[in-house]
């Protein structure tokens, strides 16, 4: 077994202490299933996780890059990337909504879907100050308030499927179950594992689709 998993064991336990950073490889260096039995005893609804973490790293890599990324094929649909785009931006609505920001809500009605496959416009946008972002805090904010456990371990279980992922969506997608509220990220999981992203700017959904995604840096 190796040291991280050690050092989580000891941590859940009680008996040392450690900042939640350093799980942050926890999952990138696992090498075995009994290794993930132990990292999810201590963690609620450790099943319903487990399965959403394997679909996840079913559909992705970390071959190529220090976190997972999708291994799509070739060949995709743009207008089902976009269509996934448009649904995963409904369930967010109903979030905005729910956390009392009809602004963010109004830009998404607004909004008018457009397919890119131009690179230097995803790394353009992910620096530039739109609306994306500000969804971004809204449904990280509404989703910590709403959360049925918390606590130093799962704070540091959050941070260590972050280290996988580099994506919160993916990871609000696999702790769904942690979760009061309402909400599905299934869209958002089709989309990334289909290669897909998109970023909301002030008028439109700007749907990408790349062999490489980037790490969402703005957004963490």
Not at 33 to 47: G, K
Request: glycine letters at 4%.
């Amino acid at each position: 077994m190796n040291s991280l998993v050690l050092d989580w064991i000891e941590f859940c336990s009680g008996s040392k202490q450690f900042d939640k950073d350093h799980f942050f490889a926890l999952f990138s260096n696992h090498s075995s299933d009994e290794e993930l039995n132990e990292v999810f005893s201590y963690i609620p609804e450790s099943e319903d996780l487990r399965q959403n973490l394997f679909k996840v790293m079913s559909c992705g890599s970390i071959e190529n890059g220090p976190y997972l990324l999708p291994t799509a094929h070739a060949v995709y649909d743009k207008k089902e990337l976009v269509d996934l785009a448009v649904n995963d931006l409904k369930e967010m609505r109903r979030l905005c909504i729910d956390a009392g920001e009809g602004e963010i809500a109004e830009i998404i009605d607004n909004a008018q879907p457009r397919f890119s496959s131009n690179q230097d416009e995803y790394d353009y946008l992910l620096q530039a100050d739109i609306p994306h972002f500000w969804l971004y805090e809204t449904i990280g904010d509404h989703i910590a308030e709403h959360m049925k456990h918390d606590g130093k371990v799962i704070d540091a279980f959050l941070e260590a499927l972050y280290g996988l992922t580099a994506d919160y969506y993916l990871v609000w997608y696999i702790t769904a179950p942690l979760c009061a509220l309402d909400v599905s990220f299934e869209n958002y999981y089709e989309l990334w594992a289909k290669g897909g992203d998109y970023l909301l700017t002030n008028d439109e959904i700007v749907v990408f689709r790349a062999n490489t995604m980037k790490a969402k840096d703005s957004e963490a």
